[in-house]
DNA sequence: GCCAACGTTGGC
DNA sequence: GCCAACGTTGGC
């Protein structure tokens, strides 16, 4: 799940119960919340937009999707004149912090044939939320998050 | 700031 | 339904 960290950082997720994964305005991105994600699933928190992205930590999905409220705020940069409350086009799973991780940096798990295959890698890839598969999962906590914990 | 990639919009 | 124009994402 990518977040920009001047928006929502890792350290932001870690002082908050949770966070509502508010901003999706993405189809296949929003579906993946609506239809995949589930209470307890966890996710790499990837920051995106920044001097160094990659991987920052781990969340873990604490409420499954409702109404993003961002949608109805005409303050908002979210606003979508176009949803109604009776009818809501965005929705999002709320997530809460499970651990901050040595960043990871995209070019480093590019350096990794075995994570050739993950979406987030893919050549044009744009979307916010992307699976990830249980090999992968398993590569990058037991492998690539066993170094020294740099903060 | 550049630009590749891709999603959305809207005229037809 | 097609597709050109336009907008957005996000790494660099």
Known sequence: MKSEPSEVSIDDLASRK??????VRNYQ????MR???QVGDQAFFYHSSCAEPGIAGICEVCAPAHPDSTQFDPDSPYFDAKSSAGNPRWVCVD????SKTRLIPLTELRQHGELAGMQLLQRGNR???TPVSSAEWQYITERLMRGKDRG
Do not use: E, H, K, T
């Open 18 to 23: 949770s966070v509502p994964w508010f901003g």
């Open 29 to 32: 991105a929003r579906n993946f």
């Open 35 to 37: 239809d995949q994600m």
């Open 95 to 98: 997530v809460r912090f499970v």
């Open 127 to 129: 979307l916010s939320i």
